[in-house]
């Protein structure tokens, strides 16, 4: 028999990420809903408090306490506190027997049931008189001032030490166990908290050396500082830089990752490392540090900021490889194991070998590339294959980076198997990359947000919504010509509050290298690509519009505000979003090809409108107005003209159940 | 950079109760399907064995390992162990990378694509001598002997080494990883394995002084021995005594709870203890401890056996109170504390303080008396209102004495909050009391199956369906009439594998003690009822049926395997159970009064059953024989005639998805 054996149980504590093993995460400002069953046996009362520790406070320093209030349905105890600072922060739970609350509530019994209670009144004295000892300065004295007048101290009136007794102000005094051995504490949980850019951004992806008017003239920093006004007025938030660093030279990829380059070829962003240095250093074809420092700069006073790419693979030419050997895999012969995924070789990069004996000055060498460019101005690193290095290299780096730096955001590049994209979102990552990019159809788009909303998955991942990227440009797109396109920006900008596109989205580039492939024809991975921004057909208003539209309303701002909703047609894709009073309905024709008609059902009941006299529905994309009336109204969507509607609804005409 | 970072990550260990704190339940004899998330990085192959403790191991024995096998889809591993010893087992999963079967994977893939492996050749041999390193006898000399023939040894011609690096039965060799620091354990799991008694039974509550035919004379456990035959007969389990102890005088309650008795009368069995002994003595009105034996005997050779209550309160004439008043609340005044819940007073009842100062000497004492019936012969025990005693007790006291008596049976009387019944469950009760004495029409009745089935409380919660209780005689009971009592008797029988009725029930016993109450008229619980157990109008031949079916159709002895079907008649509740092939039908008339009709739709296509062509199918209650069609079929009820369909349906006539 153990002396911690608890007096109050302290159950299923909520939110919790695999019962607290890992964070949840919040965005700063928001309020933190914490809640709790808690439960002893018998009738007595139960005092619990949700403990809360801040960033910024150490680990010695005290909790700050927040009362929980019980509700008897459902059973459980909830409290609130609001997360006003970037961090981790911690939580935790504590309750004891509340012995003179139960006390107090049972003299009311009494009294009102007109028994005499002179024998309590010096039970409840004496209940006083335990807590005055725990207790301390003024509290003390007033308790014990209090259990004098509960004793009968100086011939009190009863009816006097009986008001004294059931005086509220006493509780608040004990504001502990009688005895220490009667207090329960839960485990302790973790929050991160972020700002808000990590959980709502519009990103923008471009080669920095494409951004040039010809492709035997290598972009520079101050040619890509240039495109930063566009890219501010299509209302970006996120400009996402591939790898700015010199590039290897040996076994260097060319034109379409053919396996020879001729002199020129300007090779993978990706195969970091060269003479000129590592991941530290700036491709000097590119500029200078300080020129990069000079286009984050400027960025800035955009209102955008600047993503790197954290890819932890060396080409042969890396620095590391000299000075560090033993941080890569040795073959027998002491040479250097390039990656294979057999019998696929990759000649041109070493992956590290995070395990080896060296390993703690290999992780933090990973850890100091991170804070090099922190240092530069960069709050945002978009994570290169992130499972293909150890999960506990992750959670150890991003919590030590994210301790001196809780501005700063992660975005895990993992297209895995489920349980590992959702185990880097987990262990620390800010937000991540999904299958998104592949799910085209009304049932697989239903699939994909159910599975992000549902559960605990909403706790800790933030989902962000690439509509194409340099890896992947889906047959939906190589097919769909322009209105696919426009179909696929709506659908990643309105599901998700994290969304992004790769340069050339936006002009509807839709070559890929060869039929069956998802690569790009002259993908900009191996060249330099030039592109003309404003040439016919671009989708450039759309971007902008959407971007606007993100911004103004807070429904499209938040992720787990969504309902899909049934519609009959299969190839008509229908959602609802609110927030702060508003109700949103987009309904998108997933069909790039043809018109698509059918009946939307509008939960009338559920949001308030009327069931049987009209009302008027605004479309945000066109502006357009409609006259709608109850539940089922008609829906035509002709992909020439426009691919959805995204509608406001009236606000509820009468209470929302 | 903590060196007990793991290389593997093990997540979401399944069958679990709140991620591990609790134990899950089994039968002997059942196999226990475990299942986990294990991932690492990167592409190498995982090793993952379930290991296994089982109750007869001492703490320092070491772990029986299963290999665990991946299946893709959930991308989860799986592994099964059989539950074939009672008591508390424990398991848990370990992982590592697996260097040698990753290596001999990629191996195969280069030779198969024929590369040039002579390089890989030696590595796989450096591999060998590492694992040899870290084997022992018999595995160490064949690890070394074929690290030997990889690496060369002799001028071995590359085609035999190859061979023998890709050798199968190398691998089993290597059951440990090649550094310790990469064996990942998962938390460990427990596990309470139950003979089949406590998760199937029928239970018959009977007092046993009210065996006799005179209200004058106290019947004894002599009478109630001659009772067991026919409950034997009737095909019940688990006979049910309530308290047999000595009965307090002090404050004894008369006939219908009176608050005052006039001499003769007997009081309530739940004041316990007199001057002729406390909770380790008999009534002596009852006989003695040798006549209880006798009795146990009885019931055990009849193929039965007897379960007493276990309330943990004492009478004012307890022996505790003289030798440990300590044991109990005292007042100022140093008088002991009677039961309350203000403003009610129960004097004739002292609760124990099982925080009091001498706690180990109390709770000792409790579990002696538990100790002291189970040498008496008795394995089952109804635990009255466990949740007025600590949780932290309970939890002590059953693994305490399971330790010792692993085919004990504890039933929780609780009926609380549902926090504290799933509590008292997931500490270690074997089995409980549920709502369903209260859950009459089909949507109770609906969410009660679904509350008990879903998540996780099906792995620690088994429901034990009383149709009434001394204390609940519901009021569908009193005003439905004989029907009423069939169809309750039937929804115990076959909604649950374990549930029971209190005397009287067959009888239809009806009369509450004044409208508006559950409690019987002339309640047995105050007084000694005597009664014509073949009286008009009893149920008997309902209850012999049942409980032959039962016993007979193991669908019906599993818990979990059943679906509540819709049908469109809200007075009709049908589910359908299965178990071994065999498909069962419930139908039940809810409705005590009126006969009620419906379609009843047949999940045909589930159960491969023909959709076009007719079927036959048999009623299990009354022998009767119905060919239907198709999905939808009609069902009448008339409750003078019959309350229930149970249908056995054929075997599928194709293979079932």
Redesign the interface.
């Known amino acids: ?1 153990d002396s911690s ?3 109050v ?1 302290i ?2 504590v909520r939110p919790a990420v ?2 607290g093993r890992y964070p949840i995460k919040r965005v700063l400002g928001t309020a933190v809903h914490v809640s709790a ?1 808690i ?5 007595d009362l139960i005092a619990a408090r949700l403990l809360v520790k801040s960033p910024d406070k150490s680990a010695a320093a005290s909790w700050d306490a927040i009362p929980l209030q019980y509700r008897f349905d459902p ?1 459980r105890w909830y409290a609130t506190f609001t997360a006003q600072t970037l961090g981790r922060w911690q939580y935790t739970i504590e309750a004891w027997p509340d012995a003179y609350g139960s006390w107090q509530s ?2 009311r ?2 009294v ?2 007109g ?1 005499d209670v002179a ?1 309590e009144l ?2 409840g004295a ?1 209940l006083l008189e335990r807590a005055a000892r725990r207790a301390r300065g003024a509290a003390k004295r007033q308790l014990v001032a209090a259990a004098a007048v509960l004793g009968g101290a100086s011939d009190t009136p009863i009816q006097e030490r009986i008001e004294r007794a059931l005086d509220a102000s006493l509780l608040p005094l004990i504001d502990f166990p009688l005895e220490e051995a ?1 207090r329960t504490r839960a485990e302790v949980f973790e929050l991160i908290v972020d700002r808000e850019a990590a959980a709502f951004s519009a990103w923008y992806e471009m080669f920095p050396r494409s951004q040039t008017d010809d492709p035997a003239r290598h972009g520079t920093f101050a040619d890509a500082s240039e495109r930063l006004p566009d890219l501010a007025e299509l209302g970006f938030d996120v400009v996402y830089l591939p790898p700015i660093h010199p590039i290897g030279r040996t076994h260097r990829k060319g034109p379409n990752n053919s396996r020879s380059s001729r002199p020129g070829d300007v090779g993978s962003p990706w195969a970091i490392g060269a003479d000129e240095g590592g991941h530290t250093a700036v491709h000097p074809d590119l500029g200078s540090v300080t020129d990069f420092e000079a286009f984050v700069k400027r960025a800035n006073e955009l209102g955008m900021e600047v993503a790197l790419d954290f890819a932890l693979q060396c080409s042969p030419d890396h620095p590391w490889v000299a000075e560090h050997p033993e941080w890569f895999f040795r ?3 002491g040479s250097i194991h390039y990656a ?4 696929k070789k990759y000649e041109d990069i070493y992956p590290l070998n995070f ?1 080896c004996e060296d ?2 000055s290999l ?1 933090e060498a990973c850890r100091d590339v991170l804070l090099f460019w922190i240092d530069c101005g960069v709050k945002i690193f978009r994570v290169d294959n992130p ?7 992750w ?2 780096c991003l919590a030590d980076v994210q301790a001196r730096h809780p501005d700063t955001v992660f975005l895990a590049e993992a297209f895995t ?4 994209m959702k ?1 880097l979102a987990k262990l620390g990552f800010n937000q991540s990359y999904t299958y998104f990019t592949w799910k085209n159809s009304k049932w697989e788009l239903r699939e994909l947000m159910t599975d992000l909303l549902a559960g605990e998955m909403a706790e800790y991942y933030r989902p962000n919504f690439f509509a194409n990227t340099p890896d992947i440009l889906h047959e939906y797109l190589q097919s769909g010509g322009r209105s696919a396109f426009r179909i696929r920006l709506l659908l990643a900008a309105t599901l998700s509050p994290i969304y992004g596109i790769y340069s050339g989205f936006e002009l509807c580039e839709s070559t890929a290298v060869h039929e069956g492939s998802e690569e790009y024809q002259d993908s900009e991975k191996y060249q330099i690509r030039v592109r003309d921004w404003h040439a016919p057909g671009n989708i450039r208003d759309d971007i902008r519009l959407l971007n606007q539209l993100r911004r103004k309303h807070l429904a499209l701002r938040q992720l787990i505000n969504l309902e899909v909703l049934h519609v009959a047609n299969e190839n008509v894709f229908c959602f609802r979003k609110w927030a702060d009073g508003e109700e949103l309905l987009c309904i998108v024709n997933l069909d790039p090809h043809r018109p698509q008609e059918t009946m939307v059902s509008v939960p009338v009941e559920k949001l308030g409108l009327p069931a049987e006299t009209p009302y008027v529905v605004e479309d945000l994309l066109s502006g357009d107005r409609y006259t709608w009336q109850g539940r089922d109204n008609y829906v035509r969507l002709d992909p020439a003209a426009r691919v959805a509607h995204l509608l406001r609804l009236p606000a509820a005409t009468r209470a929302v159940a």
Do not use: C, S, Y
């Open positions: 028999m054996l608890p007096r149980v159950e299923d695999d019962a069953a439960f002893k046996d018998g009738h059973d049972d003299l019994k009494r009102a049931a028994q024998t010096i039970e004496a009667a073959r027998p012969d294979e995924n057999p019998p395990w390993r703690v992780w499972h293909t290095k150890p999960f506990a290299f959670e150890w198997r489920p349980n590992r185990a």
